[in-house]
């Protein structure tokens, strides 16, 4: 593995820009798959691939007056697999080839050996893995009087499409998506004190943080039971905090 990257500052430091490039290799990746035991097939968890990562990253943050900051990053990264003996994703078990013993076995493609459907992936997408995902906040804040401070924040996310079978089924996906919070508030000058309130996911934009097939209704003549999973972010919520900070000092106590 490697990582190459570079930090630098211009506009009198009000601009700060990094740049990173990276590329790691992981041999013995464990999947649960089909191998020949004792002249029977049987899946079982075995360091059946390999996996390379790489990709560029990109943050700034540029301050162009006191109050106003602006963030940002962004993220390329291609996560790709190779595993032999993975089970065939739904959608090709019907149009699996059946493989004689000892003949060579097609890769990217749904067969038959032994009795079993399996598939040997070839530069696959990692679940969970975005090629695309950024992010970015504008924050505003300035003086109400000589103790209090007011804020306003917009904070922004995206990322492209993600597969979550690693069978590379086309069905369990989220496709790109992107997301924005707002908060507002005050805090005191030194500030100990903060109140702010907040609305998470302002357009109410619904997307799902897992999907998987329904092992006890799902076949090939019955597809379609698919069980999605959300997490509380995936729908617009209101709320507030209040904060107390404490910064005590070993010469001076609280």
């Given at each position: 593995a490697w990582e190459v990257g570079f930090k630098g500052q211009a506009l009198d430091n009000r601009l700060t820009l990094s740049l990173a490039a990276f590329h790691a290799k992981y041999?013995?990746?464990?999947?649960?798959?089909t191998q020949q035991v004792n002249g029977a097939p049987l899946s079982i968890p075995t360091n059946a691939g390999s996996a390379v990562t790489k990709g560029i990253e990109i943050e700034f943050s540029y301050r162009p007056i006191e109050q106003l900051t602006f963030l940002g990053g962004v993220t390329y990264m291609k996560a790709r697999f190779d595993a032999d003996g993975l089970p065939c994703q739904l959608a090709a078990q019907a149009t699996a080839v059946t493989v004689p013993a000892g003949a060579?076995?097609?890769?990217?493609?749904?067969?038959?050996?032994?009795?079993?459907?399996?598939?040997?992936?070839?530069?696959?997408?990692?679940?969970?893995?975005?090629n695309w995902k950024a992010n970015g906040s504008i924050r505003y804040e300035d003086n109400l009087s000589s103790s209090l401070v007011g804020f306003v924040q917009i904070n922004g996310n995206m990322q492209s499409r993600?597969?979550?079978?690693?069978?590379?089924?086309?069905?369990?996906d989220q496709k790109g998506y992107a997301t924005a919070d707002l908060s507002l508030g005050v805090k005191t000058a030194d500030d100990k004190y903060q109140l702010s309130f907040f609305i998470r996911n302002l357009t109410d934009k619904r997307y799902v943080s897992s999907k998987q097939r329904d092992?006890?209704?799902?076949?090939?003549?019955?597809?379609?039971?698919?069980?999605?999973?959300?997490?509380?972010?995936?729908?617009?919520?209101?709320?507030?905090?209040?904060?107390?900070s404490s910064a005590?000092?070993?010469v001076a106590p609280c």
């Amino acid at each position: 593995a490697w990582e190459v990257g570079f930090k630098g500052q211009a506009l009198d430091n009000r601009l700060t820009l990094s740049l990173a490039a990276f590329h790691a290799k992981y041999t013995n990746l464990q999947v649960q798959a089909t191998q020949q035991v004792n002249g029977a097939p049987l899946s079982i968890p075995t360091n059946a691939g390999s996996a390379v990562t790489k990709g560029i990253e990109i943050e700034f943050s540029y301050r162009p007056i006191e109050q106003l900051t602006f963030l940002g990053g962004v993220t390329y990264m291609k996560a790709r697999f190779d595993a032999d003996g993975l089970p065939c994703q739904l959608a090709a078990q019907a149009t699996a080839v059946t493989v004689p013993a000892g003949a060579a076995t097609p890769t990217n493609s749904c067969y038959i050996l032994s009795g079993s459907r399996v598939q040997d992936i070839r530069g696959g997408a990692l679940p969970n893995s975005p090629n695309w995902k950024a992010n970015g906040s504008i924050r505003y804040e300035d003086n109400l009087s000589s103790s209090l401070v007011g804020f306003v924040q917009i904070n922004g996310n995206m990322q492209s499409r993600v597969l979550f079978d690693l069978n590379q089924d086309q069905e369990l996906d989220q496709k790109g998506y992107a997301t924005a919070d707002l908060s507002l508030g005050v805090k005191t000058a030194d500030d100990k004190y903060q109140l702010s309130f907040f609305i998470r996911n302002l357009t109410d934009k619904r997307y799902v943080s897992s999907k998987q097939r329904d092992n006890m209704l799902t076949n090939a003549a019955n597809p379609g039971n698919i069980l999605f999973f959300t997490s509380k972010d995936a729908s617009r919520y209101i709320g507030g905090t209040f904060r107390v900070s404490s910064a005590c000092a070993l010469v001076a106590p609280c």
